[in-house]
């Protein structure tokens, strides 16, 4: 299947601090990427969808100003945590579309290994 | 609105046990249907999925779910449960190029 790496695996940082997160298919051309939060023991919760060259869709309830999304190239998305609180801290996963990338006949989403930001 | 439902939070079975995960759907056209295995710290890993074509479906690790159209429903099973197996398991549901809807979640733990 279609590879998708997340850098960094895992970062912890102060109070305030800005985190990037990248998110990158290794082996397809991703014009369309996935954000999505999981808290701990819970389901995946889908944050954003990441289109190339244009401006992020988010769901109801994520503020865009504080999750910054750029998906500058077709192979590249990343998420930006701004002025990050405790509250923030989660497993972030990220996800590529087979479909959107021609690795795929129908919508199949894969997925990177995830990041795990751990605010103090 | 497209929806999964995964009954079970949590699943205990022995080792060697039958493993059985249930999902059911809702929706009005028919969906794509997928199951995920998720390890601990770990992204998701496809098990297998449901695209339309043969109902019964074989995925990695021995894993196998059914597509019932009349029941709505994609459960998972296992013949055998393997101490490997202990994780969080997740069915998803789409519809044509919809995006994916997630099922809460269903944590395995195998007794030795």
């Known amino acids: 299947g279609a590879v998708v790496s997340q850098h960094p695996s895992r970062v912890i940082c102060k109070s305030g601090t800005s985190v990037k997160i990248e998110c990158r298919s290794l082996?397809?051309?991703?014009?369309?990427m996935f954000w999505y939060r999981q808290f701990p023991k819970q389901s995946l919760m889908l944050m954003a969808t990441?289109?190339?060259?244009?401006?992020?869709?988010?769901e109801q309830g994520v503020e865009k100003d504080k999750f910054l999304i750029n998906h500058a190239s077709l192979t590249l998305s990343t998420l930006t945590v701004t002025s990050a609180h405790p509250e923030d801290s989660s497993f972030y996963i990220c996800?590529?579309?087979?479909?959107?990338?021609?690795?795929?006949?129908?919508?199949?989403?894969?997925f990177g290994p995830g990041t795990r930001l751990t605010v103090l | 609105a497209q929806s999964v439902t995964q009954l079970g939070s949590h699943v205990s079975v022995s080792e060697g046990a039958l493993v059985l995960l249930r999902c059911n759907y809702s929706?009005?056209?028919?969906?794509?249907l997928f199951w995920y295995v998720q390890y601990p710290n770990q992204g998701l890993q496809l098990l297998l999925k449901?695209?339309?074509?043969?109902?019964l479906v074989k995925g990695i690790n021995g894993f196998e779910a059914e597509f019932k159209k009349s029941e709505t429903s994609f459960h998972l099973t296992k013949p055998s449960a393997h101490m490997s197996d202990a994780a969080e398991y997740f069915c998803?549901?789409?519809?044509?190029?919809?995006?994916?809807?997630f099922g809460t979640g269903t944590r395995l733990t195998i007794i030795p």
């Open positions: 996800s590529a579309d087979g479909l959107a990338g021609g690795r795929s006949s129908y919508n199949e989403q894969f």
């Open positions: 990441s289109n190339e060259g244009s401006k992020a869709t988010y």
């Open positions: 082996d397809f051309q991703a014009t369309t």
């Open positions: 449901y695209t339309s074509a043969a109902t």
């Open positions: 929706s009005s056209v028919p969906p794509y």
């Open positions: 998803a549901v789409s519809f044509g190029n919809e995006k994916l809807t």
